[in-house]
């Protein structure tokens, strides 16, 4: 068994090295591969992949469909053009300070005025303790030096694979309403990332949301993939679509090591 399951994996090593795009079956059709990393280790891929089995606010069913092939090649048209329709806080998303604070919404504070700088840049990822909310305590036991500007905390989200997991699960860990005010008060931190759908505690949802969004200085990450990568420090990018009058958008983000 040992053995067998060595050479698996030497051969899709070998595969993931010599065909960076398609691996080559034993029939002449390719067949994608889908990697979490990328660069030989140094690219970490930390968005979640959009399935109709990943879970969604405010339904019991996740996500469900969300892709349609209304013109296929398979009947008759020259090419596949897909439609898709999915809530702009969908997977690994961002929040725009007109989520929560209506006059933002209003003022046009969406997802394309949000700071390519902030999204871009050194980022801290830092493990948190398992037994507890992000609340005040929580924040000054962690001794995230001042300077730090992007902070991706892995919770029991992640052990708990929640992301994973169809049905909504509002016992998530997330951030109480003081110690997002902490956060905002001591720290120089201007993008909080976090591994489930909500930044906030589903006790503090509204909240917290109001108190990092308040100054349109802090940028909120949700729903990070962050299974199997070491804490420490990498350069984070995350990328929202540039959606006029949206108060979210999912976005694709990745660790470089
Ligand atoms: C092609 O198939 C789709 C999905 O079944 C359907 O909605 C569409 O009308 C079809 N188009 C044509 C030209 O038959
Ligand atoms: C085109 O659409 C068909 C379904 O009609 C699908 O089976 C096929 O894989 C698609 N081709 C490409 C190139 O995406
Ligand atoms: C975090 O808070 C939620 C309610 O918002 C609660 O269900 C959960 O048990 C708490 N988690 C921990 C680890 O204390």
């Keep these: 068994m040992r053995t067998v399951s060595s050479f698996l994996l030497l051969f899709t090593l070998l595969q993931l090295l010599l065909n960076p795009i398609f691996s080559i079956s034993d029939s002449d059709d390719p067949f994608p591969v889908r990697r979490e990393v990328y660069g030989n280790g140094r690219i970490f891929d930390i968005t979640h992949r959009i399935t109709s089995d990943m879970p969604s606010y405010g339904s019991e069913e996740g996500l469900g469909q969300f892709l349609w092939l209304p013109n296929s090649m398979k009947n008759g048209s020259l090419a596949n053009n897909s439609v898709m329709k999915l809530p702009t806080h969908t997977g690994t998303h961002i929040d725009a300070p007109g989520h929560v604070f209506d ?18 840049g050194p980022a801290l990822l830092v493990d948190v303790p398992r037994d507890k909310n992000l609340t005040v305590e929580v924040m000054t036991s962690l001794h995230i030096p001042k300077g730090v500007k992007r902070v991706l905390f892995r919770t029991l989200n992640t052990d708990r694979r929640l992301m994973w997991k169809k049905k909504l699960d509002s016992s998530f860990v997330g951030f109480m309403k003081d110690g997002a005010q902490w956060l905002v008060d001591n720290t120089d931190i201007k993008l909080v990332g976090i591994d489930y759908l909500s930044i906030a505690a589903y ?15 802090t940028i909120v990450v949700e729903a990070l993939k962050l299974d199997d990568i070491k804490p420490g420090i990498y350069t984070v990018h995350c990328l929202p679509l540039r959606m006029l009058g949206a108060e979210g958008s999912p976005v694709r983000c990745i660790l470089i090591k």
């Excluded at 006790?203 to 200085?217: M, Y």
């Design 103 to 120: 006059h933002y919404y209003d003022a046009g504070f969406d997802v394309d005025t949000l700071d390519l700088e902030v999204l871009n």
């Design 203 to 217: 006790d503090d949802l509204i909240p917290a949301h109001l108190v990092f969004l308040k100054s349109r200085e």
